[in-house]
């Protein structure tokens, strides 16, 4: 690297020290991390973005709620990334000269029926196994910190210390800061590394090659499928997500303060009067449309939780392509030719994920030891696998 200070004015340079491919959450993430770690940073996405996860995603920040069996350490990884959120926002906020919406609102998840109160007890008992408890309310108890729920919400789960923030709003931060540190934003598709006596010079993209000292792919439920001169494994597949987007009328109250989390959907409210229901899951290839019957079901699930859903404005629905691995796990690390880095994989947690996945990828980028626990995400895990 260039320097060790973080830059102040970079304009922009031929041969950056890293060209990160994808302007994802987790692409801007680790080309912020890059940037303040002294590194001269390029970030090159395609035009128009179709289908991409991070602008559709809800942005719970929730490790735990969202915590599943057989999943244990990427529970750690996350417990340990919303330790750090708080922290992190105050940073981005100041390097970006803009508020990070961050809010460490809670979360509780409710079941409507006999079925679910079976399974919530299931989940209770999972996450006193793994030393992460949380309280067991009754309804009563669940309709006193969350009003608006319905009373078929017969029992909950509090989850206290999770949070919620506008991934639209961080990723625009995350843009600006990272301008602010002199990275550079580039529009063009990419279709291959550029790969010398086994050393990574740059990429190919259209129109021209672009070389650098190093690359990072971020390229989300894309990885590098169909790229010439590259035969990675990175088994990367995309899992589509419908959202809804809502808004509280003005002068109305939020219809829940909290994260509200039923068997088969959650309602995120925000400060700005945003309320987001989400989300479908289904695996259709690279397709994003929209489907009538994802709309419905959202909407009928939030309505039989939170009633109140129906005096609030329809905004947008929308889809999304979850990046997903073979073993759920993200794929962090260094990968194929020497200089090749890959943040790939975050699946349902790349919202929550992204700092801390930038914070280890420009670790290893100046040569610093990332974060044990990132051991568990090699990319390399996979290198044995058929294309
Ligand atoms: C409906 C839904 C709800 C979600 N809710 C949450 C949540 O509440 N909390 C949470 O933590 N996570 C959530 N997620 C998951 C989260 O959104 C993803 O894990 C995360 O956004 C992945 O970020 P990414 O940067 O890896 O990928 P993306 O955001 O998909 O970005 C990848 C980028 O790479 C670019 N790219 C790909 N190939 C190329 C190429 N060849 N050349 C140039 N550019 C390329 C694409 O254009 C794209 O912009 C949700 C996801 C969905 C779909």
Known sequence: MRSSQPPTNRADRQSPDLIVVGSGLVGLACAYEAALAGALVRVIDRPGAVGAASPVAAGMLAPAGEAWWGEEELLRFGLRAARDYE????????????EV?????????????GDEAAELERLRRYHEQLGAPAPRLVGSECRQLEPGLATIATAGLLFEDEAEIDPRALASCLRTAGQRLGVVFESAAVSGLIVERDRVGGVLADPGPVRSGAVLLATGAWGAAGWSGSSLALPVR??????????????????????????????????????????????????TTVSAGAVRELL????????????????????????????????????????????????RNGVLLAPLSGRCLAALLVGRSPPAEITAFDPARFATMVR
């Open 300 to 347: 009928r699930e939030a309505y039989r939780t939170i009633p109140e859903i129906g005096e609030l404005d329809f905004i947008e629905a929308a889809a999304g392509l979850r990046p997903c691995t073979p073993d759920n796990l993200p794929m962090l690390g260094r990968a194929g030719p020497e200089g090749l880095l890959v943040a790939l994989g975050h699946y």
């Open 238 to 287: 995309p899992v589509k997500g419908e959202v809804l987007r809502l808004a509280v009328p003005a002068g109305a109250e939020p219809p829940c303060r909290r994260i509200v989390v039923t068997e088969r959907i959650y309602l995120v409210a925000r400060h700005s009067g945003e309320v987001v229901i989400g989300a479908t899951s289904g695996e259709r290839g690279f397709e």
């Open 87 to 98: 922290a992190f926002c105050d940073r981005l906020s100041a390097d970006a000269e803009s």
């Open 101 to 113: 919406p961050y809010r460490r609102c809670g979360a509780i998840r409710v079941a409507l029926d």
